[in-house]
Each structure stands twice: as C-alpha cells, then as structure tokens.
C-alpha cells in the first residue's frame, strides 16, 4: 500500500487549504482512510476518516466544523478539505489507511502510512 500526500503550505489565519493522498493498494482491501497531524512536540492528533465503501465520515472535534474529507475512487484520492484555518492547525498532515475494522481512532490502529505534508497556518 502506497500512500502520498500533498497540498501543504502555507496560508494565514481564516484561509483554506486541500490537501490530497493519492492511495494504490494492489490487491490489499482498505477499509477506510484517515488524516492525522502532528504538531512539534506532540503526538500525532486524529483529523478525520472515510470509509472506502459508502464514504461515510467522520472528524475529529477540533475540526469538525471547518474540515470536510471527500475521495474519488476514479482517481484514487483522498482529499481534506480545510477552511477557517487556524494557527493551532499547522502541523505535519499525514494519510493513513486500514485493511479491516478498527478499535478506535488511534495512530495505532491504522496498518498504513504515506509521508506527511507541512502546513502552516500564520496569524
């Protein structure tokens, strides 16, 4: 499973931004796909998750309001969706995929990584 991320940058406080995963899997099943962050120092922080069936999705509370996830399955990518960008928001963007259910929205959970992409929200 392979999983590249892009779109990052940077942007002011209150703009927007999308970022993109293009995702190839070969004969692995993926379940879902999600978006995590990782700011200096801290722990990477769930973004939101899509399922690779009927799309549903789902955000994490800081976010849930101003981000959305789509996917295109033609393309093969996922793309996170970020308004009202705020300084708190920057971090290095990373996607991530699962092969089955999982417990919870932890970092662990999730089978597969692509590399990040930097965003920086200025005030």
């Known amino acids: 499973v392979q999983l590249q991320a892009s779109g990052g940058g940077l942007v002011q406080a209150g703009g927007s931004l999308k970022l993109s995963c293009v995702y190839s899997?070969?004969?692995?099943?993926?379940?879902?796909l999600a978006w995590f962050r990782q700011a200096p120092g801290k722990g990477r922080e769930f973004v939101g998750i899509?399922?690779?069936?009927?799309?549903?999705?789902g955000l994490g509370d800081a976010v849930k309001d101003r981000f959305t996830i789509t996917k295109d399955i033609v393309e093969k990518t996922m793309y996170l969706h970020m308004s009202s960008l705020k300084p708190e928001d920057s971090g290095i963007y990373y996607c991530?995929?699962?092969?089955?259910?999982?417990?919870?929205?932890?970092?662990?959970?999730?089978?597969?990584w692509g590399q990040g992409t930097l965003v920086t929200v200025s005030s």
């Open positions: 899997a070969g004969d692995v099943h993926l379940y879902a």
């Open positions: 899509i399922s690779m069936g009927r799309g549903n999705s």
């Open positions: 991530a995929a699962t092969s089955g259910t999982i417990p919870s929205f932890a970092a662990e959970a999730f089978d597969h």
